[in-house]
């Protein structure tokens, strides 16, 4: 038997298992298998989703433009329902942004995509000692644990690569899928109930033998991540990744295009618009965590165009359609959304009409879950390189404002495999601006 190493399961070997159970599981169950409580899943839960600017944005030219600066690139700011200004090319957004806030002084200092996609993720600058857990283990851990009619995983990621559980173990791990929906290598099969209980007994008999064996509290887990495998398959709350049940009006919310007949893709290619709605869906059937990739933001060179053509269309569009999509459902105040990447953009323009990495002084957006929107957090000089007003934020404040919003204690420690303590969110504080 392959189990998982003491850093716990790899991405690859969980997504074996999954096949597995995939393929010792009628086609007909994939959905109905289960009726799921629909009045337990209609309940208020608290819920996050983070939208992950994979690249490393230049927030310099979305959130906190400096026009009649060197620095100040091609776009101008508009005005919005906020009291803060955002990039022209943000309009649809513009007029949600009283609900959506700007923290203007993130200053990280770690510039390196791994390592700021790390820090970003956990609050805590890697270290070779321990393997700190993403913010969306941290909240499986916290709140997926505690929701007993959620069957499928707390911790979702569309669209990209995820990050590690670190010391809090696999079954905490984010759980992979592009924006259709679909799970990479589940390959349904066509094997009977009897046959997939055969089959399921057998796998039972050998773990347990396994686990009795006094091997360590790997068996188990490799134990309990199988039986999440299977569970998820049967689960009728799989439908919530069916993005096409929803009508055309709503698809076309989150792509920015006009309706189109049911059954149409998205126009445009939205797949950001298509991961965001993917994410209401998932938080409305009581998932806590839900991380969205939308990549391509290492902009060296013509930044500009890019952002004009390709970027901004799509998050302007997605970004107002969630928001607009989560208020008409009464859900914004339970759903915090995060908006960030593993750092910004320098305000130089280099002489490839782009921009370089820059830690120093960037901004990451924040809303719902009942904080306060439409404000601006923070300020850097008029030129955008460095920290104007007197405090700067790491990632623990961010993750922290997070916390709070959802009912997490601040004051919680988790111990690694090593038995340190860890504090939540790496000690940071909640920004008081946002939390009243």
């Not at 009726?35 to 600017?53: F, G, P, S, T, V």
């Not at 008029?382 to 920290?387: C, L, V």
């Not at 939540?424 to 008081?432: Q, V």
Request: aromatic letters at 6%.
């Amino acid at each position: 038997m392959n189990l998982p190493t003491p850093d716990g399961m790899s991405r690859r070997h969980f997504m074996r298992h999954l096949a597995t159970a995939a393929a010792t599981i009628p086609t007909m169950q994939f959905i109905s298998h289960v009726q799921a409580n629909a009045a337990d899943l209609k309940k208020r839960q608290k819920a996050c989703i983070l939208m992950w600017m994979s690249g490393g944005p230049p927030t310099i030219d979305i959130w906190d433009l400096k026009p009649g600066s060197k620095n100040g690139g091609d776009f101008k700011p508009i005005a919005t329902k906020g009291d803060l200004q955002i990039s022209e090319h943000m309009p649809k957004t513009a007029m949600v942004m009283d609900n959506l806030s700007v923290i203007r002084a993130m200053s990280t200092r770690e510039a390196d995509h791994n390592r700021g996609r790390y820090y970003m993720h956990t609050a805590y600058v890697p270290n070779p000692t321990v393997v700190h857990p993403s913010f969306g283990s941290v909240v499986s851990y916290e709140v997926g644990a505690k929701r007993s009619a959620l069957e499928i995983p707390a911790y979702i990621s569309i669209g990209g690569g995820g990050t590690s559980p670190g010391f809090l173990g696999m079954a905490h791990s984010p759980f992979l899928v592009d924006s259709t929906g679909r799970i990479n290598n589940a390959d349904m099969g066509n094997v009977t109930a009897d046959r997939l209980g055969q089959r399921l007994s057998m796998l039972s008999l050998v773990e347990d033998n396994f686990i009795k064996s006094n091997r360590g509290e790997y068996g188990q887990a490799h134990k309990d991540i199988y039986g999440k495998a299977v569970n998820l398959m049967t689960s009728a709350q799989m439908e919530a990744f069916q993005v096409e049940k929803e009508s055309p009006e709503t698809l076309a919310m989150y792509s920015g295009e006009p309706a189109q007949g049911r059954g149409m893709m998205m126009g445009g290619g939205n797949n950001f618009g298509r991961s965001l709605l993917m994410a209401r869906r998932l938080v409305e059937a009581g998932v806590p965590f839900v991380e969205v990739d939308f990549g391509g933001w290492d902009l060296h060179q013509n930044v500009f165009q890019t952002l004009r053509d390709q970027r901004l269309p799509a998050l302007d569009a997605g970004i107002a359609g969630l928001i607009t999509d989560l208020k008409q459902r009464g859900m914004y105040d339970d759903v915090t959304l995060v908006w960030m990447g593993e750092f910004g953009r320098t305000p130089r323009i280099n002489q490839d009409i782009g921009r370089d990495h820059w830690a120093a002084s960037w901004s990451v957006a924040i809303g719902g879950g009942g904080l306060r929107g439409g404000v601006a957090v923070g300020e850097t000089d008029k030129d955008g390189t460095s920290i104007a007003s007197s405090q700067s934020y790491l990632p623990g404040d961010v993750w922290a404002t997070v916390a709070h919003a959802m009912g997490i204690p601040l004051d919680t420690v988790h111990t690694s495999k090593r038995g340190r303590p860890m504090k939540i969110a790496n000690g940071g504080t909640a920004i008081k601006e946002l939390i009243g």
